[in-house]
């Protein structure tokens, strides 16, 4: 089995020693990641949390800034319950340190930022640092593993595939992707590449093109499957026989993921750089099919986390006191939501365990729309914040197309009886949930780091850290392994 290089907690010695915990750990508190807030009402979720902790999260002692910090930073006032702090002690303490080792070539960095302007058409910001990061990585890894083809999977626009193509240090590529829209949007971009490289800015700044580069990136669409090692290892020595090659991807979503590092274990792959996304996406047993994208290694057998916790795995924590106020309107949000499905249960629109339909953002132009379609007459007596819902309730439904609408009486019933403690009880759950958020990514990256090691040969490395800044790029953890 290769090494497996993880920066743990200093307190284990291996990382399946980590790994065992961190699945104990989640276990006990896998009700809290699990809550759907969308039945958070219906279900009487508020009633599992354990006593002092209810009092504690809707007292004077925790407002919604309190509630921010918690998540973010882990603070949390000594005023409350014991069992309370341990939580968010644990969920912190168990984060795995990502910080990267990687020395920092100052002048390097001056001279790859200079080049990159050739490549940077229709990358917004993140995007740019992000190719920019993963593409040296690849570089690096390529060189030490001495492969002559990378084969991009989820290539997308192809964003990645033409600056490990056409920069300097130019990789040969194999770009996949399972759409023809974007590989037709991806060829596009290659020309205009072409083009610019081949013009007098490029020429005065000391780039040399030659049209027989144009040749090193080839675009092709494939669909990569969970159980399609073989095809994309045939497609890998079709393009070029004999040469080793490494697989890579830039946030390749879901099973996508999972996919790629089963065809690195599966082929003769000599390297895998990926950058996973989507967390989501990841399908678990039971499925009808045999392949499954979580779990893959033999330390995480058996385990299951669900779905709605994949989902809390996504929540970005580190963000939220950045952008308090966009934080507070995503509890206001998630806030009307519960509201609205427990009315449409309680009317008999929708049964308790049904599937309740996907409303997503209500914007404010149709929020203003539905505000001036309220009858005054049900809504004189009431509050703002009951208005407020039944201008929700009417936009989400309108949205939907759905044929059933409530009265604003029984909107503000509603309301009246879930609304007015509701939003900090939604508040506080959803901070709890979302603290777990990144002990699932933990497990995740975890159980593909030893999924790599176990198909790497004894003398290969593996290696997770952080490649970009988890403000600007939540889904930062990049998974290296190279077979030697």
Not at 235 to 262: F, Y
Not at 378 to 397: H, I, K, P, Q, V
Request: aromatic content about 8%.
């Amino acid at each position: 089995m290769a090494t497996v290089e993880i920066q743990l907690p200093d307190e284990f010695g291996s990382v399946a020693e980590y790994a065992a915990e961190i699945r104990r750990v989640f276990e006990r508190y896998q009700y809290l990641s699990n809550m759907h807030i969308l039945n958070f009402f219906v279900t009487g979720f508020w009633q599992e949390l354990p006593a002092e902790w209810r009092e504690y999260l809707v007292s004077d002692r925790c407002d919604m800034d309190s509630l921010i910090s918690m998540a973010s930073t882990g603070k949390i006032d000594q005023s409350a319950p014991e069992s309370l702090r341990s939580y968010v002690r644990t969920m912190f303490h168990l984060r795995l340190n990502y910080r990267s080792s990687r020395p920092v070539d100052h002048d390097e960095e001056e001279r790859r930022r200079k080049e990159l302007w050739y490549f940077l058409d229709g990358m917004n910001p993140k995007k740019q640092v992000e190719v920019a990061e993963l593409s040296r990585l690849v570089h690096e890894v390529a060189a030490e593993s001495n492969c002559s083809l990378a084969v991009d999977v989820g290539a997308g626009q192809g964003y990645l595939s033409r600056v490990l193509a056409y920069s300097s240090a130019s990789l040969p590529v194999l770009a996949i992707d399972s759409s023809d829209t974007q590989q037709r949007g991806a060829e596009l971009l290659q020309q205009r590449t072409i083009k610019r490289l081949r013009g007098p800015r490029a020429a005065a700044g000391g780039f040399k093109w030659d049209d027989r580069r144009a040749e090193r990136l080839v675009h092709t669409v494939m669909h990569v499957s969970l159980d399609g090692a073989a095809q994309l290892a045939e497609r890998a020595h079709a393009t070029a026989p004999d040469a080793r090659w490494l697989l890579c991807g830039l946030h390749a979503c879901g099973d996508l993921s999972s996919a790629v590092l089963k065809a690195f274990a599966e082929s003769d792959a000599t390297a895998v750089v990926l950058v996973p996304c989507c967390y989501n996406h990841i399908s678990e047993a039971p499925r009808e099919r045999s392949a499954v994208g979580f779990p893959l290694s033999a330390a995480m057998h058996g385990a299951r986390i669900g779905q709605n916790a994949l989902k809390t795995a996504c929540q970005a924590t580190s963000r939220w006191d950045a952008s308090p106020e966009a934080t507070v309107d995503a509890f206001r949000r998630n806030h009307m939501r519960a509201l609205l499905h427990q009315l449409m249960v309680a009317q008999n629109q929708i049964a308790p365990d049904g599937v309740a339909p996907a409303v997503g953002r209500v914007t404010n132009s149709e929020l203003q729309t539905a505000r001036m379609q309220l009858p005054a007459c049900g809504t004189a007596n009431a509050s703002a914040d009951e208005r407020e819902f039944a201008a929700y309730a009417l936009a989400a439904l309108t949205k939907l197309n759905h044929a059933w609408r409530p009265t604003a009486e029984q909107c503000i019933a509603c309301y009246r009886q879930h609304g007015s403690a509701g939003l900090q009880q939604i508040a506080a759950a959803w901070t709890l949930k979302a603290l777990a958020g990144p002990l699932i990514e933990c497990m995740l990256v975890v159980d593909r780091a030893l999924y790599l090691a176990e198909h790497c040969g004894s003398a290969g490395r593996v290696r997770a850290f952080a490649l970009f800044d988890p403000v600007t790029s939540p889904r930062n953890v990049v998974l290296v392994a190279q077979r030697r």
